[in-house]
């Protein structure tokens, strides 16, 4: 399976997170799937009610990106989510965890402090995705 092809397949995947009984939730912001013999794990980037970047929980993209980096999964992803006022997430795209991570290191990007521990704010240059409506 050429790249493109891997890609357009693990994007129809992860479009299905929150709806997908297979997907299963490993902390707040963490999930894991075994799909086609590979394991799969995800950190969801929220982008919340009155708020117009998506958060990235540091912790839980430190753990996916050690658990790549250890063998313990074959692929990592950021899903990018908007959470509506009852709580509800809705997929709006997705990025290979470490190809975001290293652009958003090369970018300067720092976590803040916040109630669910410390968070990456993601500028929409990193966040944009063919499934936003504009």
Do not use: W
């Amino acid at each position: 399976m050429d790249q493109q092809s891997k890609t357009l397949k693990r994007h129809d995947l992860l479009s299905n997170i929150f709806a997908d009984q297979r997907f299963v939730p490993k902390g707040r912001y963490l999930y894991l799937i075994e799909n086609d013999g590979a394991k799969i794990g995800i950190v969801v980037a929220t982008l919340n009610p009155g708020f117009f970047e998506h958060a990235l929980n540091k912790a839980a993209t430190e753990r996916v990106l050690a658990s790549l980096r250890n063998g313990k999964i074959d692929e990592g992803y950021v899903v990018f989510a908007r959470v509506d006022n009852s709580r509800q997430h809705t997929f709006m795209g997705c990025r290979e965890i470490e190809e975001l991570y290293q652009q958003m290191m090369s970018m300067g990007l720092r976590p803040r402090s916040g109630i669910y521990g410390e968070f990456y704010t993601l500028p929409t240059t990193l966040t944009a995705s063919d499934d936003e409506p504009l």
